[in-house]
């Protein structure tokens, strides 16, 4: 055990000051910004957000903090919620690999709702979601595998710290910033919950797993502005939060270059709505169609290598729902064979070609075609940044056709361009808002660090 790591991880966050992060820092927080955005204003559509947003409403709740693409206003803690639904739902929000959680979707959704609330800058804002990103992220790279396999999802038990951590940096200031940083984790952390049943059982239930995360650290924040204090050694203590959901972990994970090697910039963006680790088996499928024609009705086997990581969890043949199927590799590359002929650069499947998949016949027999091997290469190349895979297709008339990916598009070992970005921001974007209101929008988020108060974002959102 090392004494004081959560006071010094509250340390580093109350420190955190948006101009003096490295410029990878700064780049990775704007594409996140742009991207949480985009994946928000597509998971508004979903039902369950609409779930969310109804039962927020009848709840009530007073506050200056904005439900995004409307004028609604309520509390923090239910903005939270409801807008961590919109952008947490549908699994094309950023991601870590390694620590095996998306963080964007609860650390912009706390810090926007905060800083609506009372009136806040948009450099407090930035530098609110990088403490709560690097927090999030260590904490969660610090109990991983372990974690895992005691049946919790990290997104929901490690993203309360994300949220409470971003919003205590902008609730507290002066000499004991850093306590009080430490008291909302030590709250937030009995608030953590999030286990992975529904990887087995099926359910609606991750799709509220960032909302869970996102409201809860907002709490914790709020009920240490009130008064209440947790305990400044709720991670390392000896009944604290690493030995209670974990039972192994790693101080030196945790605290190793905090405040000099960031994180954040290892985070991926993903260009499909599937888990993170299927995402060099959609791009394989895609490439190997693409370049060679593939006839879809002439394939005799199709063999996916894989990682150990994945095997069992994301390998089923047979998702049982539409969350089952976004974490399944195998439906994956069968969406995609069953999309081959439509395949155009910038493709991109989305949460609709999920749902629609499971309905058609071709999908599915494709799915069940598709062999899941271990592959010592995908092995090497697997890190805590990306996974790759290997595709190979066999054809009726003898001829092989096989693409290895070592790390997927949209990783941090090959990033989108700010170009790219912003164009798939325009195209989703542009379903709400005129050309010119969506490239106004788009200058809004460049100049994000310079904005007197965020409220400007959500009422250009609105």
């Given at each position: ?48 957000s ?17 439900l ?39 650390i ?24 709560g ?13 372990a974690?895992f ?77 009130a008064?209440?204090t ?32 960031y994180?954040?910039?290892?985070v ?29 009705g ?12 994945i ?61 899941c ?6 092995e ?64 809004t ?11 400007v ?6």
């Open positions: 055990m090392t004494a004081g790591a959560t006071l010094r991880l509250a340390e580093f966050a109350a420190a955190v000051k948006y101009r003096e992060l490295p410029q990878a820092v700064r780049d990775q927080l704007y594409a996140s910004l742009v991207d949480y955005v985009r994946v928000a204003s597509i998971g508004q559509r979903a039902e369950w609409a779930w969310a947003a109804a039962l927020a409403k009848r709840l009530g709740g007073t506050g200056g903090a904005y995004l693409f409307s004028n609604e206003r309520t509390d923090p803690v239910r903005a939270g919620f409801v807008n961590a639904t919109y952008a947490g739902s549908i699994d094309a929000d950023d991601t870590h690999v390694g620590a095996m959680l998306h963080p964007g979707s609860i912009f959704s706390a810090a926007l709702a905060i800083a609506q609330d009372r009136k806040l800058d948009g450099s407090a804002v930035l530098s609110a979601v990088a403490a990103y690097e927090a999030m992220i260590r904490i969660g790279l610090a109990i991983q595998p974690h396999r005691r049946g919790f999802q990290s997104t929901a038990t490690c993203g309360v710290f994300g949220a409470g951590v971003a919003a205590a940096h902008l609730l507290f200031s002066g000499g004991n910033r850093a306590q009080r940083i430490a008291e909302t984790i030590g709250i937030a952390a009995s608030f953590s919950g999030g286990i992975t049943q529904f990887y087995h059982s099926g359910s609606t239930v991750k799709r509220i797993h960032a909302a869970h995360a996102a409201s809860e650290g907002l709490q914790a924040a709020l009920l240490a502005e008064g209440f947790g305990p400044t050694d709720a991670i390392e203590g000896k009944d604290g939060y690493a030995r209670a959901y974990a039972g192994e972990w790693s101080a030196e994970v945790l605290l190793d270059g905090l405040g000099t090697d994180r954040i910039p290892e991926s963006i993903k260009p499909h709505a599937a888990s993170a680790r299927v995402q060099a088996a959609i791009e394989a499928t895609a490439r190997l169609c693409s370049e060679n024609a593939i006839d879809v002439q394939l005799k086997s199709i063999r996916l290598g894989i990682p150990k990581v095997q069992g969890r994301l390998t089923t043949n047979e998702p049982r729902d539409l969350q089952a199927a976004q974490m399944s590799a195998p439906f994956a590359v069968g969406l995609t064979l069953a999309k081959s002929k439509t395949l155009a650069p910038g493709f991109a499947l989305s949460v609709d070609d999920f749902e629609n998949g499971m309905q058609d016949a071709a999908t599915l027999a494709l799915t069940k075609r598709v062999e091997v271990l592959d010592d290469d995908v090497r190349v697997s890190t805590a940044e990306s996974v790759g895979a290997r595709l190979t297709f066999e054809l009726a008339n003898g001829a092989v056709h096989s693409v290895f990916i070592e790390a997927p598009q949209g990783s941090a070992a090959r990033p989108f361009a700010n170009a790219d970005h912003e164009a798939r921001f325009r195209n989703e974007l542009q379903r709400r808002l005129s050309p010119d209101a969506c490239g106004k929008l788009l200058t988020l460049r100049d994000f660090p310079a904005l007197a108060d965020t409220a974002l959500a009422t250009a959102l609105a």
